[in-house]
C-alpha cells in the first residue's frame, strides 16, 4: 500500500536512442504517491518517448524505472498496465468498430468468461463521470474528436491505474471536452477524490502553459531528449531556457511534424 | 565439384529472373504498401501474351514489348478497382486475391489447361560442367540485371522515385505538398504490371505454361521481397539468388520434396525471428 | 412521401421468402427414378477442368460416342441409355461430392470413374455407400488392390501394369541401370516402388533416384543429378507440364544423346511432342495415338472407332487437340461391356447388381468395335483388366510404334481377393 | 455485426429455434443429393466460422486454417484405426486440431498485417509438403479411405447439423463474452488493446487454439461424411475457400461464414452443372466485388435491408 508522500515512480539514467537518433538522455526523475507532474517542452523534445517508455510500450536503450518499488524496466505493455500504470495516448485511440459502452467495458472488465455486474457498474460510473452516459450506445468511430477523447480518458481510468500517464490530453480537443478532461485529472489530482479510483500519481504532457501552471505539483522541462529541469511551477518558470521557450512558443507549435511520435 | 558449381552458376542465373519478378512486387508493396496478390497472375498473363505472340504473330521477341505494355495496362485497372480500398492493407490482399482467382480462371476460360510450350529463341548451348546450358538463359539473365538496375536508378535517383517514395513514407503530407499520390499509385501498379509482364515473356520459354504458374511462383516471390526488406531492390536481388541457389542445391544434394521443406522452413524461420524487417511500414499500416 | 399501399409488411416478406425459398431447394429436386423402361443412366466422373481438363474432355467425347451408338441401335434391352457426367474439378473432395451427385440427383446406376487416382480413391466409398457399380479410369494401384471392393472394376491398366510390362521391354532392350525422374507425389512415388522393385529383383540396378515436385520450374538442378556414364536408361515418371519441361532441359542438357530416354505413359499423353526435345523418347502407352500404330486386323474397326468419337488417325480432334490415347477409349468400351453385361444376365434397374458383377467377374474381351483397344480380360480376384500395351517413340514428330506387348504381358500378382 | 450485437437474448431464442425447426424438417422437402449438399454446407460453414473467429474477431487474416481441417480429418482416421468411436473421436479431432493451433499461434503469433496473410500461407504450404512427403501417414496426394461403415444421409445430416448448432452456440456465446470483446478490441486497435493490458500474444494464441479445434472438427466431420482424407486437405486452397465464404457472407458475424459457405457450395453445383469452369471466374470476381463494394459481405446486406424496413416502418 502506497501512502501519500512515498516515492510512487523512481527513474534513473533512462535513455533511448532509434537508429542512432537521440530521442532521450539520461533522465533522472521521481514521483511521489499524490502528486501531479507536468512535462513540457518543444515538439520532439521527447516528451511522448518518455511516457512511452514509462508505459512499457517501447523497449529502453539503457536506464531504470522503478514503480511502487518493484521495477518494471523490462516489462511489456500489458504487464506495466496490469501493475496500475495506465497510459493515454497522444492521439485519440479508440475502438471504433466497438461502441462506447463497449469500448470502456473492454477496459473494465475484470473476468474473462462472466459480464459481472461491478465491471457494469464501473462502466456507468465512468461514463457519467466523463459525460458521455448519453453516448453509450454509440460506435466510437462516430463520436467528434473531443468525445473520443472523452472515451479515451474513460478507458485509461477504468483500468483502476495509480499512475495515469496522459499525453497532451487536451490538445486538438475543443473547449468544452477540454474543460471536462481538465476538471477531472484536476479533481482526480485531489487527494480526498482519489480514494474513488485509487489513483496515486498523474504524469501529463502539455503544451498550454495555463493548463501547465494551473495545478500540477511539479513541472520538468525537456528539450532535445533531456530533462533541463525538474522543480515546483515557479522555480521552473524562472529557469532560463524555460523563459525563451514560453516566449517562442509561438515559433516551436508552427513546426510541423512531432519527431517522437511514430517512431 | 562439378554439381556444386552448376548449382550456383544455375541458381544465379534463375535468381536473377526471380529478382526480376520481385522487384514487381516490391515496387508496388514496398514502395506504396500495397500487396498485390494478383503479381503472380500478372506474370501468368505476360507468359501467355508470350505464348501467343509466337503462335499467332510468328515472332516470340514481339512479347517483350507486348507482354509489358499489355499487362501494365491491367496492372492499372487493378489499382483503379482498388481505389476504395488502398489504404487497407488486409482489403487490398483479399481484392488482390479475388483479381487473381480471376484472372486464374478466365486463362482456363481462354486457353484450355493444356500445358503450352514456347521453344526457346537461340537453338545454340554452350557446355556448362559437363551439361548444356542455352544461351537464352544468359540472355535472360543479362536483360533481367539490366532492367534491375534501370529500375534502381530510377527508384533512387530520379524525382519520379523520390515522389514514389515520399507518397509512401506520408501520404497525406505528400498531398499536401503537391504530389498526385493516387497517380502515383496507379504509375506503381502499372510499374508493377509492367515487370510481372515482362518476367512472364522472358521466362515463357523456359518453363512449361499453365494456368496455375503464377500462384505458384506467388509465395516464393513475396517470401523474397520480405526478406530482403521492403524498397529496398538490391536486397530483394540478392535475397533471390540466394534463394534460387539454395533451392538448387537442396534439390540437387536432397531429396526433393524435403529440399523444398527446407527452403521453405527457413524462409518462414528468418520470417519469424526477425519480424522487425517489416518494421515501421506494418504498424503504420496496422494504426487506428 | 412513402406509399404504404405496395410497402411490405416484414411478416408478409418473410413469408414470401421462406416458401419461395423452398420451392426453390424443392424445385431443383429431381426424383429419383426407379422403374424398368425407363432409360438406362450412366454416369461419368469427368475433368473437365483443373489439371487432367484435356483428358476429361475426351473422356466425356468417348462415353457419348458409346451412347450415341448404343441409342441408334435400338438401347440396351430395348431400353434407352442416358449419359449424365459431372465435372471433378480434377479435386479428390469435388470429385467425391460430384459421385454422389451423379448419384443421387441424376439417378445413375453405373458410374464411369475419373482420370484422378485421388479422385478414384475418393469415390470408392461412394460406390460401396450407395451400392453402385464403377468403372475408374485412374491408375492407382491400390484402387484394385488394398481399397478396392466388389463394386469397383478398372478395364485399364494399373501403375503396376505398366511396370509389370515396361521394366521387362526396357531391360531387354534399352539397359538395365536406370536413373528414374518421378513426381514426388503418389503417382511417382508408387509406380518408382512397382518399377524398381522389379528391376532389382532382376539383376538391374537403379542408380539415381530423382523425385521432382509437382509444378517445377527449373528442372536443371535435378537433371544436373544423373550420371550418364553410370546409366543406360533415364525412365520418366511425370505427367503435363513437368514431363513437358523435363523432356525440353533433357535436351537442353544434352542428356537425350547420351542415353535412352523412357516414359511412363503420362509423359506424353495428350501432349504435343512435335519439338526437339521429345525427339528418340521411348514411352509405354495403353493404346496408340496414330490409327497406323493399331493392329492390322482392329485397324478398320478403330477408323470407324475414332471418326464416331471424332479424332483423325493423327490422333488429334477437329481443334487440333490431342488425344489422351491411352485412356479415352474406356468410358466407349465401359458403355459396350455394360450393354453386353446387362443384355447377358437380363438386369433390371434397381435390382440386385449380383449377376452383373458375376458377369464381369473373369470376362474375357474380344477386340471388335465394341472393344477397339484389343482383346483383354478381367482378372476376378481383384477385378483389375489386362489389355495389349505397346511401346513406342518419337520419330521425326510423330509416336511410332514399335513393339505391342500381349494382355499377359502386364499380368501382376493380385493384391486382393474380392 | 451490429445487429447480432444489438439483439437480445430472447430475440435471438427465437430466431435460432425458428431456425432449428426449419433445419429440422428440412430433409423431408429435399432430395436425397440436396441433403448432401446442405450436410456439406454445414461442415463448410463450421470451417468457414473458424477462420472467422481469428480474421471476423480477432483482425488475423490467416491463410492457415486447412492445416486444422487437415489435422482433423487424419485424427478421426486414425482414431478409428484404432478402434474408437464417434464421439470420441471428433473430440480428439477438436483437441488434437486445436493443440495444432496453439502450435502454429504460438510459432506467427508476433507477426502482422501482410505478412501475417504470407506466413500462414507458407504454413499451409509446408503442411501439404509435409503431408505429401510422408505417404507413408497420410497416403499422399492419392489419400485414404476411412474405414468406418457410412451412415444414412439422414443420420449424418442431423449429426452434422447436432454438431454445426454446437459450435454456433459456442460461437455466440464466445464473442459475447468478455473475451469475445477482448478479441474485438484486438481486431479494432491492437495498440489500444495492449495499453489496456491485454497480452496480445495470448489472446491471438488463444483464438488460434479455438479457431484450430473448431477447423479440426470441421475436418474430422468431413473425413467421416466423405469417407476419404488426402494430402489435399492441407493445400492452403483450402484456406482459401474458408477465407472467400467468410469474406462473401460477412466476416465478423456468426451467421455469416454459414451464409457464404452455404451460397457458394449451391453456386458452385449450379454453375459447374450448366457452365463448368466459368466458376473460377464467378467466385473471383465476386469475392473483388466484396471487397470493394460491400466488405461485410452478404450479411452486411441483409442486415443493412432489414434495417431499412425497421427505418421505414418507423418513419
Redesign the interface.
Known amino acids: 500500500m502506497i501512502r501519500v508522500g512515498e516515492t510512487l515512480l523512481e527513474v534513473r539514467g533512462l535513455s533511448k536512442r532509434y537508429d542512432g537518433f537521440r530521442a532521450l538522455e539520461e533522465v533522472d526523475l521521481s514521483l511521489q504517491a499524490g502528486h501531479v507532474k507536468g512535462i513540457m517542452g518543444p515538439n520532439g523534445a521527447g516528451k511522448s518517448t518518455l511516457l512511452r517508455l514509462l508505459?512499457g510500450?517501447i523497449e529502453v536503450t539503457s536506464g531504470s524505472v522503478v514503480f511502487a518499488g518493484r521495477a518494471v524496466t523490462e516489462l511489456?505493455?500489458?504487464?506495466t498496465?496490469?501493475l496500475g500504470i495506465?497510459?493515454m495516448?497522444q492521439r485519440p485511440?479508440?475502438?471504433?468498430?466497438?461502441?462506447v459502452e463497449?469500448n470502456v467495458?473492454?477496459?473494465a472488465?475484470t473476468?474473462?468468461?462472466?459480464?459481472r455486474t461491478d465491471d457494469e457498474s464501473s462502466v456507468k460510473t465512468l461514463l457519467d463521470l466523463v459525460g458521455l452516459g448519453e453516448r453509450a450506445g454509440v460506435?466510437a468511430v462516430e463520436l467528434p474528436f473531443g468525445e473520443k477523447r472523452l472515451l479515451d480518458l474513460a478507458?485509461a481510468l477504468?483500468?483502476r491505474p495509480r499512475l495515469l500517464l496522459a499525453d497532451e490530453p487536451t490538445a486538438g480537443v475543443d473547449r468544452g471536452s477540454a474543460e471536462t478532461i481538465l476538471g477531472l485529472l484536476r479533481d482526480l489530482s485531489l487527494p480526498d477524490s482519489r480514494g474513488d479510483f485509487g489513483l496515486k500519481g498523474l504524469i501529463f504532457t502539455e503544451h498550454d502553459r495555463e493548463i501547465l501552471f494551473d495545478f500540477p505539483d511539479e513541472i520538468g522541462f525537456l528539450h532535445a531528449g533531456e530533462l533541463i529541469v525538474e522543480d515546483v511551477p515557479e522555480q521552473v518558470k524562472s529557469h532560463e531556457l524555460v523563459r525563451n521557450y514560453l516566449a517562442n512558443q509561438r515559433v516551436f507549435e508552427d513546426f510541423k511534424g512531432d519527431v517522437g511520435k511514430?517512431a | 565439384m562439378s554439381k556444386l558449381a552448376f548449382g550456383l552458376l544455375n541458381g544465379v542465373v534463375w535468381g536473377t529472373v526471380l529478382a526480376l519478378l520481385s522487384s514487381g512486387l516490391n515496387v508496388v508493396f514496398g514502395l506504396m504498401g500495397t500487396v498485390n496478390v494478383a503479381h503472380g497472375s500478372l506474370y501468368m498473363f505476360g507468359a501467355y501474351l508470350a505464348w501467343i505472340c509466337f503462335s499467332f504473330l510468328d515472332s516470340f521477341w514481339l512479347s517483350l514489348i507486348v507482354s509489358p505494355l499489355a499487362v501494365g495496362l491491367v496492372g492499372v485497372s487493378i489499382g483503379f478497382l482498388l481505389k476504395p480500398v488502398r489504404k487497407d492493407p488486409i482489403l487490398t490482399v483479399l481484392g488482390t486475391f479475388g483479381i487473381t482467382i480471376l484472372l486464374q480462371g478466365s486463362t482456363l476460360v481462354l486457353w484450355g489447361g493444356t500445358p503450352r510450350r514456347v521453344p526457346l529463341p537461340f537453338d545454340s548451348t554452350f557446355s556448362l560442367f559437363g551439361t548444356g546450358y542455352s544461351f537464352y538463359r544468359i540472355f535472360v539473365a543479362l536483360v533481367s540485371g539490366l532492367v534491375l538496375y534501370c529500375l534502381w536508378f530510377l527508384v533512387e535517383r530520379t524525382k519520379f522515385g523520390l515522389r514514389l517514395r515520399a507518397s509512401r513514407e506520408d501520404p497525406e503530407l505528400s498531398s499536401a505538398i503537391g504530389i498526385p499520390v493516387f497517380n502515383l499509385f496507379l504509375l506503381g501498379f502499372a510499374l508493377g504490371g509492367a515487370l510481372a509482364g515482362l518476367s512472364g515473356a522472358l521466362i515463357a520459354p523456359l518453363v512449361s505454361l499453365t494456368p496455375e504458374m503464377g500462384l505458384r511462383i506467388f509465395a516464393i516471390v513475396f517470401l523474397i521481397v520480405i526478406i530482403g526488406g521492403l524498397g529496398k531492390i538490391w536486397r530483394s536481388v540478392v535475397v533471390a539468388i540466394y534463394f534460387a541457389v539454395f533451392r538448387g542445391l537442396a534439390s540437387i544434394f536432397l531429396d526433393s520434396t524435403k529440399g523444398l521443406i527446407l527452403t521453405f522452413s527457413l524462409a518462414l524461420l528468418v520470417v519469424l525471428v526477425n519480424p522487425s524487417i517489416l518494421g515501421?511500414s506494418s504498424a503504420?499500416a496496422n494504426g487506428? | 412521401m412513402k406509399d404504404s399501399g405496395t410497402k411490405l409488411t416484414r411478416r408478409s416478406l418473410l413469408k414470401g421468402v421462406m416458401s419461395g425459398g423452398l420451392s426453390l431447394l424443392a424445385g431443383g429436386f429431381n426424383s429419383f427414378r426407379g422403374y424398368s423402361n425407363s432409360p438406362i443412366t450412366i454416369g461419368l466422373q469427368a475433368e473437365l477442368t483443373g489439371g487432367l481438363a484435356t483428358y476429361g474432355y475426351w473422356h466425356l467425347k468417348s462415353a457419348r460416342a458409346a451412347v450415341k451408338r448404343i441409342n441408334a441401335e435400338g438401347g440396351i434391352d430395348g431400353r434407352k441409355v442416358r449419359l449424365v457426367h459431372e465435372d471433378t474439378e480434377t479435386d479428390p473432395i469435388t470429385g467425391s461430392r460430384k459421385m454422389k451427385r451423379l448419384i443421387l440427383k441424376k439417378g445413375a446406376e453405373l458410374v464411369i470413374g475419373s482420370q484422378h487416382s485421388g479422385v478414384c480413391l475418393a469415390s470408392l466409398p461412394v460406390s460401396r455407400r450407395f451400392s453402385v457399380p464403377y468403372f475408374p479410369i485412374g491408375e492407382a494401384t491400390e484402387i484394385t488392390g488394398s481399397e478396392g471392393h466388389e463394386y469397383v472394376f478398372r478395364l485399364n491398366c494399373s501403375v503396376e501394369a505398366h511396370a509389370e510390362a515396361g521394366y521387362r521391354w526396357i531391360m531387354e532392350n534399352l539397359g538395365t541401370s536406370w536413373t528414374v525422374v518421378y513426381a514426388d507425389y503418389a503417382m511417382g512415388q508408387s509406380a518408382l516402388e512397382e518399377w524398381g522393385s522389379r528391376l532389382e529383383t532382376r539383376g538391374g540396378r537403379i542408380v539415381g533416384k530423382i523425385a521432382v515436385p509437382q509444378g517445377t520450374d527449373d528442372f536443371g538442378p535435378y537433371l544436373q543429378k544423373v550420371d550418364p556414364e553410370q546409366s543406360d536408361v533415364l525412365v520418366i515418371i511425370l505427367y503435363g507440364p513437368d514431363a513437358l519441361a523435363c523432356l525440353r532441359r533433357s535436351a537442353e542438357m544434352g542428356l537425350s544423346d547420351e542415353l535412352a530416354l523412357f516414359g511412363n505413359t503420362g509423359s506424353v499423353e495428350a501432349l504435343d511432342i512435335d519439338f526437339s526435345g521429345a525427339e528418340g523418347l521411348w514411352s509405354i502407352t495403353n493404346y496408340p495415338r496414330r490409327l497406323e500404330g493399331t493392329p492390322d486386323e482392329l485397324m478398320d474397326v478403330n477408323r470407324d472407332f475414332r471418326d464416331m468419337v471424332g479424332i483423325n488417325p493423327g490422333g488429334r480432334g477437329q481443334k487440333g487437340r490431342i488425344v489422351d490415347a491411352s485412356h479415352f477409349w474406356v468410358p466407349w468400351e465401359v458403355v459396350n461391356l455394360l450393354k453386353e453385361a446387362i443384355e447377358a444376365v437380363g438386369w433390371e434397374v434397381n435390382r440386385d447388381y449380383s449377376r452383373l458383377i458375376e458377369y464381369l467377374e473373369g470376362a474375357d474381351i474380344p477386340g471388335s468395335l465394341d472393344y477397339p483397344q484389343g482383346d483383354k480380360f478381367i482378372r476376378d480376384v481383384d477385378h483389375q483388366g489386362f489389355h495389349s500395351q505397346y511401346i513406342q517413340r518419337v520419330d521425326g514428330g510423330k509416336l511410332e510404334i514399335e513393339t505391342e506387348l500381349p494382355p499377359e504381358y502386364s499380368e501382376y500378382e493380385p493384391n486382393a481377393d474380392l | 455485426?451490429?445487429m447480432e450485437?444489438s439483439w437480445n437474448l430472447g430475440k435471438l431464442l427465437t430466431v435460432f429455434v425458428v431456425v432449428l425447426t426449419v433445419f429440422g424438417v428440412l430433409p423431408l422437402f429435399l432430395g436425397r443429393f440436396q441433403v448432401v449438399l446442405v450436410t456439406e454446407a454445414l461442415i463448410l460453414g463450421v470451417y468457414a466460422l473458424s477462420f472467422d473467429l481469428i480474421f471476423g474477431y480477432a483482425g488475423m487474416l490467416s491463410f492457415g486454417q486447412s492445416i486444422f481441417f487437415g489435422v482433423g480429418a487424419y485424427t478421426i482416421l486414425y482414431s478409428f484405426k484404432g478402434g474408437l468411436g464417434l464421439a470420441v473421436s471428433l473430440l480428439l479431432a477438436v483437441f488434437v486440431a486445436g493443440f495444432f493451433g496453439l502450435l502454429v499461434g504460438g510459432a506467427i503469433v508476433r507477426i502482422k498485417g501482410a505478412k501475417f496473410f504470407l506466413v500462414t500461407l507458407v504454413g499451409s504450404i509446408l503442411f501439404y509438403l509435409l503431408a505429401l512427403d510422408n505417404r507413408w501417414l497420410t497416403g499422399g496426394s492419392d489419400g485414404m479411405v476411412v474405414p468406418t461403415v457410412f451412415p444414412g444421409l439422414a443420420e449424418n445430416y442431423y449429426l452434422v447439423l447436432g454438431v454445426s448448432v454446437t459450435a454456433i452456440l459456442f460461437a455466440l456465446i464466445l464473442v459475447r463474452?468478455?473475451?469475445g470483446?477482448?478479441l474485438?478490441?484486438i481486431?479494432?486497435?491492437e495498440?489500444?488493446?495492449?495499453?489496456?493490458?491485454?497480452?496480445?500474444k495470448k489472446y491471438k494464441v488463444i483464438t488460434f487454439t479455438i479457431g484450430g479445434g473448431i477447423a479440426g472438427l470441421a475436418g474430422g466431420l468431413y473425413a467421416y461424411t466423405s469417407g476419404f482424407v488426402s494430402a489435399g486437405f492441407f493445400h492452403w486452397t483450402r484456406s482459401a475457400d474458408a477465407v472467400v465464404w467468410t469474406i462473401l457472407g460477412g466476416a465478423g458475424t456468426v451467421v455469416g461464414p454459414f451464409l457464404g459457405a452455404a451460397l457458394l457450395t449451391v453456386v458452385s453445383d449450379i454453375l459447374s452443372a450448366v457452365v463448368g469452369n466459368i466458376y473460377p471466374v464467378v467466385v473471383g470476381a465476386l469475392l473483388v466485388l466484396a471487397v470493394v463494394v460491400f466488405p461485410r459481405g452478404v450479411f452486411g446486406l441483409l442486415e443493412g435491408t432489414i434495417r431499412n424496413w425497421k427505418g421505414d416502418s418507423g418513419g
Open positions: 508505459a510500450e511489456s505493455v500489458d504487464r498496465s496490469n495506465s497510459y495516448p485511440s479508440v475502438f471504433p468498430a466497438l461502441t463497449e467495458r473492454g477496459a472488465q473476468s474473462l468468461i462472466l459480464n460506435r478507458m477504468a483500468t511514430d | 515501421r503504420n487506428s | 455485426m451490429q450485437a463474452s468478455p473475451l470483446l477482448v474485438k478490441m481486431r479494432d486497435n495498440r489500444r488493446a495492449g495499453l489496456l493490458g491485454y497480452s496480445l
